[in-house]
């Protein structure tokens, strides 16, 4: 008997990216599968348009925005309640090849595996990668991207084992979720499938990459890391994610080269902006460039407090939602 597939589909307020995504989904050639459209409280009209343009999907909705792994919970709820076997987590800002389930299931013929990622490319440059995943680089105190922005070509045709694959397509076995859980909704953006990929390492799992897997992936400019916004949970969500991956020293170690030398290198930094940002207005100069800068610096050091006050999920995101 084939193997059932839950597509897992977050929209929030992206109907016309979720409508391509949903278009290429439809024409999956694997039948044993169910696409789980998880509305996360969009307010631009989303619930009616699906309802109307795909009335055969499952609309789930959650009245609210629980973020990218609150949202994702969801639909890893149902599906687990109702027996699937594997969970095709997909972002909706992407297309996908047709044959992508078959390749995911090929893949998974190692019974060791738990978790495999996509081949993601650029939507804008269709040859080129995103990025596959990562390894974790102690000096660095940060992941190297595997794939970034590189060619397609002959090295990345082989399956990779890495220690997180990238969250905009990614299929897991059913095993990996009952044995180690679901994604931390804590983390809300960022940091949680390596968190998940993690833990499934750690329960004895492998985490690869599927090359035939392949996915076209549209680069979103609202959540690059250099935006205040994404910058706010990037540094909140590294912590919290050292905190549950790595034992007490290790911890401390981590903690005090990333908050002994980078927290008081930004609030110097934010305040020396501030008075040359006062500087430039007195004199009637352009601001806007400063005032970015200003607004990043903030965020990395609200994200750094709100892990120490424990302020998770949204926390104070929304005070940087506007920033450019």
Same mark, same amino acid.
């Given at each position: ?8 589909v977050?929209n ?21 599968k ?19 343009? =795909? ?7 959650t009245?609210c925005n629980?973020?990218?792994a ?22 909706n ?10 390749a =995911? ?10 978790i495999?990622?996509?081949?993601i ?9 995103d990025?596959?995943g990562?390894?974790?680089n102690r ?11 590189e ?8 399956p990779l084992?890495?220690d997180?694959?990238?969250?905009a ?20 953006l960022?940091?949680e499938?390596?968190?998940?990929? =993690? ?14 897997a392949?996915?076209w ?10 935006k ?12 919290l994610?050292i ?25 110097l930094l934010?305040?020396m902006?501030?008075?040359q ?19 990043q610096?903030?965020a990395k ?5 709100d892990y ?5 999920r949204?926390?104070r ?5 506007n920033?450019?």
């Amino acid at each position: 008997m084939k193997p059932r597939v839950a597509i897992i589909v977050l929209n929030w307020n992206g109907k016309e990216d979720t409508k391509k995504c949903l278009d290429s989904l439809e024409k999956i050639t694997f039948p044993n599968k169910e696409i789980l459209l998880i509305d996360n409280g969009s307010t631009d009209g989303s619930q009616e348009f699906f309802r109307m343009e =795909f009335p055969d999907i499952r609309l789930i909705e959650t009245k609210c925005n629980l973020g990218y792994a609150g949202g994702n919970n969801v639909g890893l709820e149902i599906g687990l309640k109702e027996e699937f076997d594997f969970f095709f987590v997909l972002n909706n800002d992407t297309v996908v090849d047709p044959k992508i389930v078959k390749a =995911f299931l090929a893949g998974f013929s190692d019974k060791g595996i738990g978790i495999l990622g996509g081949k993601i490319y650029r939507m804008d440059d269709p040859k080129r990668l995103d990025h596959l995943g990562g390894r974790w680089n102690r000096k660095k105190i940060d992941f190297d991207y595997v794939g970034y922005r590189e060619m397609d070509g002959e090295e990345w045709t082989s399956p990779l084992e890495l220690d997180y694959v990238t969250g905009a397509a990614m299929m897991i076995r059913r095993e990996v979720l009952e044995k180690v859980g679901l994604f931390d909704p804590r983390f809300f953006l960022f940091w949680e499938e390596s968190d998940l990929c =993690f833990r499934a390492r750690r329960a004895g799992f492998l985490v690869k990459t599927c090359p035939e897997a392949k996915v076209w992936h549209k680069i979103s400019a609202s959540f690059t890391g250099g935006k205040p916004h994404a910058a706010y949970f990037l540094w909140r969500n590294r912590l919290l994610w050292i905190e549950r991956n790595f034992s007490l020293p290790l911890r401390f170690y981590y903690f005090f080269r990333l908050l002994g030398g980078r927290f008081p290198q930004f609030f110097l930094l934010k305040y020396m902006r501030k008075i040359q940002f006062l500087f430039q207005k007195a004199r009637g100069k352009d601001t806007e460039r400063n005032q970015i800068r200003i607004a990043q610096l903030d965020a990395k050091l609200s994200g750094m407090q709100d892990y120490f006050l424990r302020r998770f999920r949204a926390g104070r995101s929304k005070n940087f939602m506007n920033c450019h």
